[in-house]
């Protein structure tokens, strides 16, 4: 993963900011420099500076301007399709960490020695499931010893 990391930001370098990649994608939405910096709130030169250096950082041309407008190049349309896809990731993992630290996602094990089917316990892992669904609970039977053996392992 380290290497994984290094390469990405080796071939990133300290070039490209997240900052353009979120006014690539919006220029690429509403196909309008001035649209996409009203949207973002900052000023449309801003946005104009951002895309010109993120082209000239990439080597390629992502948008074609005319007087009428702007429209994605080819290059253009596939390098916004994949940031968008790693902006999602992003977003995803930010949310997932957050309900994680608040309890509302991950995993819960238990180690018993028997789940009775209908019992007071079984009921009650029911009624937990139901109620933190992004929580998987797993279930360790054994002894008291090999259930302790196995939480401490893992």
Same mark, same amino acid.
């Given at each position: 993963?380290?290497? !994984?990391?290094?390469?990405? *930001?080796?071939?990133?370098?300290?070039?490209?900011?997240?900052?353009?990649?979120?006014?690539a994608?919006?220029?690429?939405?509403?196909?309008?420099?001035?649209?996409?910096?009203?949207? *973002?709130?900052?000023?449309?030169?801003?946005?104009?500076?951002?895309?010109?250096?993120?082209?000239?950082?990439?080597?390629?041309l *992502?948008?074609?301007?005319?007087?009428?407008?702007? !429209?994605?190049?080819?290059?253009? !349309?596939?390098?916004?399709?994949?940031?968008?896809?790693?902006?999602?990731?992003?977003?995803?993992?930010?949310?997932?960490?957050?309900?994680?630290?608040?309890?509302?996602?991950? !995993?819960?094990?238990?180690?018993?020695?028997?789940?009775?089917?209908?019992?007071?316990?079984?009921?009650?892992?029911?009624?937990?499931?139901?109620?933190?669904?992004?929580?998987?609970?797993?279930?360790?039977?054994g002894?008291?010893?090999?259930?302790i053996?196995?939480?401490?392992?893992?």
């Amino acid at each position: 993963m380290v290497d !994984r990391q290094r390469r990405l *930001l080796t071939s990133l370098g300290s070039r490209i900011s997240l900052t353009s990649l979120i006014q690539a994608l919006a220029v690429a939405e509403y196909l309008s420099f001035y649209r996409a910096a009203d949207a *973002l709130g900052v000023s449309q030169s801003s946005v104009s500076a951002g895309i010109k250096a993120l082209e000239e950082n990439l080597g390629i041309l *992502l948008f074609e301007r005319n007087t009428r407008g702007v !429209r994605l190049t080819e290059a253009g !349309r596939f390098f916004v399709d994949q940031v968008a896809k790693g902006v999602n990731q992003l977003e995803h993992a930010v949310q997932t960490a957050g309900m994680a630290a608040a309890g509302e996602h991950g !995993r819960l094990r238990i180690g018993i020695h028997a789940l009775i089917p209908g019992s007071f316990l079984d009921e009650l892992i029911g009624q937990y499931r139901e109620d933190h669904p992004r929580i998987a609970v797993e279930i360790i039977e054994g002894t008291a010893r090999e259930t302790i053996m196995q939480l401490r392992a893992d």
